[in-house]
Each structure stands twice: as structure tokens, then as C-alpha cells.
């Protein structure tokens, strides 16, 4: 069937026909991937875990890379373009001279922009004869995503969900199960890695790095079994930038100029990328608006970028991934129990450290009372409720928003609205009701890092 005939033109060609690909144009060489020896990994070692082609993208040094016409067309299915809205309404509320527009990914049928590179990475896994995939998801977004991707390209799913958030977001595992999933709470007794941890600790609450470590040494112990990742990775960054892409094409339609802040939230880095590292080479390498700033927002209660160290370290709580070289709150710390599950990863993407480090992107943190308080107020005066990880974006617009009115300075800002809140209200009804608890690490111990 011909897409034109069911969607405007106009619209199906506001979706790029290839991906960016930040690596050639950050500050200095991203220091490899490297075995606890210090000897670099090489491509071919990752076979074990990741399709040729997945491989081929994370270590690709041109600026561009297509998209695959078969699943272009299975992007505009699936709603892309998503829409890019103004927040009107809140401008009006804040009585600010800003200009706020967002990218609304919760249009998908996930609810969440996970959903791009979820259909990519399972694509590429089916070209390759890979019948099945695992991986692991905090809040559910992630497994959600792979698991519409695996029905479609009719790959089996096992997913393993991190403790915390299987037993407060059921629905998300619903969703998993529903679209032929199997969600498994991790840590769990499935694996060595996993029953290690609750030998140590039976009521552990698990978090990313252990989940990943459980899907990865399912992967690589299971014929036809291929690992799946939601973040941190280059390939996987790629993918999501189909979201600033439309959103450059989208600003020039409606006639706006390119954003003086681009803004988003960060667990492992893919929703911050997405939305930002078309515009970083559109202002930075183009010569466009130079002195846009880029702002990426954490919680307090894994602090990586704000209070972490750029440091190697595993990807993972076992240590079965490669060292990449990131900011890092350590492989062994245990996140607090936060709503946003998406955002409670120990570190961040390799691209995005060596960004921060390099003073290109800025850092902030919020503890999550203030985060749902900002998420609250989006929701009655625009009607849609953020999802928890989103809501940190939220809160780092209404204060820009609020500083711009102080000033008078009439700034552009674009952030990425990465997810709807639907089947999030368990935590909306905790804030809702005083119950909800901010955290904040004490102390961050890397010393065992630096041994």
C-alpha cells in the first residue's frame, strides 16, 4: 500500500531517510571500548552479542547512515512523524517571553520514543537469522518497545525487568505480555548473575546494570539468542535521532528559529540524544545558532553526570560488558527505588559523557517531589501527563521558563516529551497522597573502580 494515499505528503516527508551519526563530529576521539586488560575490543568480539550490522553502526565514521526503506515505511505506520506541539498554554501560565516547543513521542504505539530504535534493532536481528532476543528494562518503556518490535519481526522476547518497577508499573508488564513477552523479575534465579545478587540480598531491588546483566549472559549462553539494548550504546543513540531530524524539519515548516536550548532527560543517554544531536551538529558543525545550549537532566538519586566520575567502567552490576569510558556513579551502586525506572542506570552514554566533559552539554539533577510537582502542572494546563522520566525535562523547562521571564529574554526552547505517564499513576498517586520520597546519595564509594 502506498502511505502517501493515507497520510499528507507533506507529513511522510518530514521523516528522514537516514540517521545521524554524532561520532565524526564530537570534540575529540571517543576513547574505545576495552577489555579489563586495557586492550581494545574489536568489533568482531561483539558478534557474541549484537548482529554484524548493529556492530557496523556503532563504529561507523560517516556522518550518515540510511534507514532501510522497508522500515522507514514501518516507522510512518507505526506514527512517525510525531507531532512537535508549542506549549502555549504553559507559556501563558508562566507569563514568560519563551517559546516552548515539544516533541511528542508518547504518540507511539508504546507510548514512548523507544519504540525507534526497538523496530531498528530488531530489523537488523531478523536480516541476520537471530530468532530470539533478551535484554532488560527499568520503568518498562524499553521492554515494551522490543517487545511490539519482536511480534512484528516475529522474534521471541524474554525481558528482564528490573524488581522495583515490575512490582510498581504492573502494567507495563501487561503491555510486554500481551504483544508474546516473557518479563521476568531481576534479579532473578534464571541466571548465575542473578542468583548471586539475591544469595547477598533476597529482598534486592534490583536496577539496570543487574538486569543487564542477566539478559546478556542469557544471550550469550542460549543458541540463536541475541542481546538487545534500550541506551548507552552509539547504534542505539542513532536510532533515536530520527526525533531531532523531524524536529529541524518541523521548526522550518512553521517557520520558527532553531531553539536557543534543546533539553532532555537522561537515564542512559538515547532520549537526550535523540532530541539534541541533530541540532548539536546543525549549530555546532553547520554553523548554525552557535550558542545553543544543551541541557540533560538526572535525578538526584543517581546523580552520574552531576556527581559521578568520567571514569571506565562496566556497563553492567556483573561486569560482563566491555569498560566504555563514561560519567559513573559505579557498576555496584544500588539505585533508590524512584519512580522514574528509565532514568536509574549507573552511568551514560560514552558520546554524551565525553559531551559534558567538554562543556558542550550541561548537566542538572532534580529530586522526584519536585519533578512530579513541575509534571502536575504540565498535566492540568496542557493535558498531558509525563511520564516520571520525562517530568525531569518538565521541570528543567519551567525553570528556564521562569528565569526567561525575569530577564525579558525571548528564548527559543525545544525539549523532548520522550513518553506519556498513562501507565505510571501508581507513582502520581503516591505524590498525590504525601507519600512520595526523595533520595540522595550520601556518598558515592569508586574506589573500587579505580583498583
Not at 574505545?32 to 586488560?37: A, E, F, I, L
Not at 547504534?235 to 535521532?241: A, E, F, K
Not at 524512584?338 to 554524551?352: E, F, K, W
Amino acid at each position: 500500500m502506498d502511505l502517501n494515499l493515507v497520510r499528507a505528503p507533506q507529513l511522510v516527508d518530514v521523516v528522514p531517510d537516514g540517521w545521524y551519526n554524532i561520532l565524526p563530529d564530537l570534540p575529540e576521539p571517543l576513547p574505545p571500548m576495552v577489555k579489563p586488560s586495557g586492550e581494545p575490543v574489536k568489533p568482531e568480539e561483539l558478534e557474541v552479542l549484537f548482529p554484524k550490522a548493529l556492530i557496523k553502526q556503532e563504529f561507523a565514521e560517516e556522518r550518515f547512515i540510511p534507514i532501510p526503506e522497508e522500515l522507514r515505511q514501518l516507522y510512518i505506520e507505526m506514527g512517525r512523524p510525531t507531532p512537535l506541539l508549542r506549549a502555549y498554554r504553559l507559556e501563558k501560565h508562566l507569563n514568560t517571553p519563551a517559546r516552548i516547543y515539544f516533541k511528542y513521542e508518547g504518540v507511539l504505539p508504546t507510548g514512548s520514543h523507544k519504540v525507534n530504535t526497538a523496530l531498528a534493532q530488531a530489523y537488523f536481528n531478523m536480516l541476520e537469522g537471530v530468532k530470539r532476543l533478551t535484554t532488560e528494562t527499568g520503568a518498562g518503556q524499553w521492554g515494551s518497545a522490543l517487545s511490539l518490535a519482536g511480534s512484528l519481526f516475529r522474534l521471541s522476547v524474554r525481558v528482564y525487568m528490573v524488581r522495583a518497577s515490575y512490582e510498581q508499573k504492573p502494567y507495563r508488564r501487561v503491555l510486554m505480555q500481551l504483544y508474546g513477552a516473557e518479563v521476568v523479575p531481576s534479579p532473578s534465579t534464571l541466571t548465575k548473575s542473578g542468583r548471586a545478587v539475591l544469595d547477598r540480598e533476597p529482598n534486592h531491588p534490583g536496577s539496570l546494570g543487574i538486569a543487564i546483566s542477566e539478559a546478556i549472559e542469557d544471550a550469550v549462553t542460549t543458541p540463536g539468542t541475541r542481546y538487545s539494548l534500550g541506551s548507552v550504546l552509539n547504534h542505539v543513540l542513532l536510532h533515536q535521532t530520527i526525533i531531532g531530524l523531524e524536529a529541524l524539519k518541523q521548526l522550518e515548516l512553521v517557520g520558527e528559529e532553531l531553539p536557543d536550548y534543546v533539553i532532555g532527560c537522561v537515564g542512559g543517554g538515547s532520549n537526550f540524544a535523540g532530541i539534541s544531536y541533530p541540532f548539536y551538529h546543525h549549530s555546532i558543525v553547520r554553523g548554525g545558532k552557535r550558542d545553543a545550549k544543551f541541557i540533560a537532566v538526572e535525578p538526584r538519586a543517581v546523580p552520574s553526570m552531576t556527581r559521578g566520575e568520567y571514569t571506565y567502567d562496566y556497563g553492567d552490576t556483573a561486569g560482563l560488558t566491555p569498560l566504555i569510558k563514561m560519567y559513573t556513579v559505579g557498576h555496584r551502586y544500588t539505585p533508590p527505588p524512584i519512580h522514574a525506572g528509565g532514568l536509574r542506570y549507573h552511568g551514560v552514554a560514552p558520546t554524551l559523557a565525553l559531551l559534558v566533559r567538554n562543556g558542550a552539554v550541561k548537566p542538572v539533577a532534580y529530586h522526584q517531589t519536585e519533578v512530579f510537582e513541575a509534571a502536575r502542572m504540565f498535566a492540568q494546563i496542557e493535558g498531558i501527563v509525563p511520564a516520571p522520566e520525562t517530568a525531569h525535562a518538565v521541570k528543567a523547562v519551567i525553570d528556564l521558563a521562569l528565569e526567561a521571564k525575569k530577564s525579558g529574554e525571548r528564548i527559543v526552547v525545544l525539549f523532548n516529551m520522550s513518553g506519556h505517564g498513562l501507565l505510571d499513576l501508581a507513582g502520581y498517586r503516591e505524590y498525590l497522597e504525601g507519600k512520595l520520597m526523595d533520595y540522595e546519595p550520601a556518598e558515592i564509594d569508586l574506589s573500587y573502580i579505580r583498583k
